[in-house]
């Protein structure tokens, strides 16, 4: 990649957020409701004002007081999931005259029907000017560098968290803005994935001049060793996950299309930021530290099995989503090691697909 290039266009994008983030301010101040959101406008305005831009903001050539970073980096890591609340949580209507301001936009450009529905060309506008919003964000409020196995165990589950409660609904939940959604499922899901995933990693790890991720490489990195050791990994993983789910031959149906979307977000969401964000963080990040490569496949394939249990919230018994925990934790580490060794992240993507039809 053009760093020269890359630099250039965060720049442009930084500063459409400073438009976006005032402009949101003034909207909660302009109809701010003291009785129940006034102290959080003026706590996230503190925030924002203090600590908003201490991600090199602008490169940090304007107000370098309040855009450069802290030089503890201890506080770069707490401030980065710090900001991102702040930005999800301008949006929420606080007043019915603050909810209108996103209507009316949407009801200008003709977004919605008489019912106040997107219509189909609403649901195109509002998904462009979602990712108008978010992409700036995306460049601005950037993962901080990792220094020591500690911070790296933080940012992972900082980086989770953030996927799971914010990336996978950020389209879906601004584009309700304008409009009444005809269906938030699984697709939106998946446009999330890849508009806001798959950008979140490429510029996270770009921002930090790290490795970024390949889905296909001309490098021949598939030798005879490699192969044997992904066959018994294979084997394994194959063993594990009959043994947790008690079905040793998979009866193949045809998936329908909601489970086929359901497969590519999960399948494209979960190893871009597991194998091709936090592993490749932990990796690349700690290379003076002597266990880097291990301790990065275990923290990385923990976390990714411990976030099956939010399942539970959803109301799935407690056996089978502890199962499907043990599964996500022996699975994310073969994926990770099947990934260090091909770097082929088109590899992990397929098997973590059919997995998912081959549980159905």
């Known amino acids: 990649m053009n760093f020269a290039f890359f630099r250039h266009v965060r720049m442009k994008f930084q500063l459409s957020y400073l438009v976006i983030i005032t402009a949101l301010l003034l909207l909660n101040w302009s109809f701010r409701d003291f009785h129940n959101f006034g102290f959080n406008t003026i706590i996230y305005t503190i925030i924002i004002v203090l600590f908003g831009f201490k991600f090199n903001f602008l490169d940090a050539k304007f107000l370098p007081l309040l ?12 401030n980065y999931p710090l900001q991102i609340v702040v930005f999800f949580n301008l949006f929420p209507i606080p007043t019915e005259n603050y909810f209108n301001v996103f209507k009316n936009v949407g009801n200008f450009f003709h977004f919605t029907t008489a019912t106040g529905h997107l219509s189909s060309w609403g649901l195109i506008g509002s998904f462009t000017v979602s990712l108008l919003i978010l992409l700036p964000f995306l460049f601005t409020v950037v993962i901080p560098e990792v220094k020591n196995m500690g911070q790296l165990l933080v940012i ?3 980086i989770t968290v953030v996927y799971v409660i914010y990336l996978m609904h950020s389209v879906s939940s601004t584009m309700s803005l304008f409009g009444d959604l005809t269906d938030s499922g699984e697709l939106l899901s998946l446009l999330s994935t890849l508009f806001i995933v798959a950008p979140f990693v490429y510029i996270s790890l ?25 066959l018994i990994l294979f084997t394994s993983a194959f063993c594990i996950d009959s043994a947790i ?20 977000r999960s399948g494209i969401g979960e190893e871009l930021i ?46 089978s989503v502890v ?38």
């Open 245 to 264: 789910w008690q079905h040793p031959f998979p009866t193949w149906q045809a998936p329908s299309t909601e489970e086929l979307v359901f497969a590519l």
């Open 156 to 158: 992972t589950i900082e």
């Open 67 to 78: 855009t450069r970073k802290f030089k503890h980096n201890w506080l770069n890591i707490v």
């Open 323 to 360: 199962s499907s925990t043990i599964d996500a934790v022996g699975l994310g580490f073969m994926f990770a090691v099947l990934y260090i060794l091909t770097r082929k992240l088109i590899f992990v993507i397929g098997i973590h697909c059919y997995g998912i039809f081959y549980k159905k």
């Open 206 to 230: 770009s921002n930090q001049a790290l490795p970024l991720p390949q889905l296909l490489s001309r490098k021949k990195t598939v030798t005879i060793k490699t192969a044997v050791v992904l």
């Open 274 to 319: 597991f194998r091709g964000l936090i592993l490749s963080i932990g990796i690349n990040s700690l290379k003076n530290f002597k266990y880097n490569i291990i301790s990065s496949i275990i923290i990385s394939s923990v976390v990714f099995g411990l976030i099956h249990l939010v399942n539970i919230l959803a109301g799935v018994e407690v056996t």
